[in-house]
């Protein structure tokens, strides 16, 4: 609710100085967020939504770099004289259990090209990945879990302090 009210205050802001476009509304948004920074130093909910702010973006822009890195890697191993690819079907114990946390991770492991998630076991926990080259599943499991750790810190970002996930 914090980030609507944030959008449409900079969409005002930057209609009211009559720089009404893209980089007028980007101008407003950092302002007033930088205003909700330095005013949630006295204000708790407001430092806690500045605080989900920044871990949204900085999840963002990493989670399209990886994007990008993983389809330069598809895009070598297709376009490769010999294709040399080892897929697998990797089971990954997940930290959080909650069915939600476990689609949204499932969700954009399958929007990254070379992975698709599968299946979820609630009982034992684990979620089911199809990767198209295991020859390293140590690199697989470590971007998994970079992967895991950023999303929960974002969605954990704007709980109150004290709260443990």
Request: charged share 15%; aromatic share 8%; glycine share 14%.
């Given at each position: 609710m914090l980030f609507v009210i944030h959008l449409l205050a900079s969409a005002g802001l930057a209609w009211s100085l009559?720089?009404?476009?893209?980089?007028?509304?980007?101008?407003?948004?950092?302002?007033?967020?930088?205003?909700?920074?330095?005013?949630?130093?006295?204000?708790?909910?407001?430092?806690?939504?500045?605080r989900s702010l920044e871990h949204g973006v900085s999840f963002c822009l990493w989670f399209i770099a990886q994007v990008f890195l993983a389809t330069y890697h598809v895009a070598t191993l297709v376009l490769a004289r010999r294709v040399d690819v080892e897929p697998a079907v990797l089971a990954y114990p997940v930290t959080r259990r909650e069915v939600d946390k476990v689609t949204l991770l499932g969700t954009l492991?399958?929007?990254?090209?070379?992975?698709?998630?599968?299946?979820?076991?609630?009982?034992?926990?684990?979620?089911?990945?199809?990767?198209?080259d295991a020859r390293r599943r140590e690199d697989v499991t470590e971007i998994l879990i970079e992967l895991e750790r950023r999303l929960l810190a974002w969605l954990d970002a704007g709980k109150a302090e004290g709260v443990t996930p």
């Open positions: 009559g720089a009404a476009h893209l980089g007028g509304g980007l101008l407003a948004f950092a302002l007033l967020y930088l205003i909700a920074r330095l005013l949630g130093l006295a204000i708790g909910r407001l430092r806690r939504y500045a492991l399958t929007l990254t090209p070379g992975t698709l998630a599968l299946d979820y076991d609630e009982e034992q926990g684990l979620l089911y990945i199809h990767a198209l």
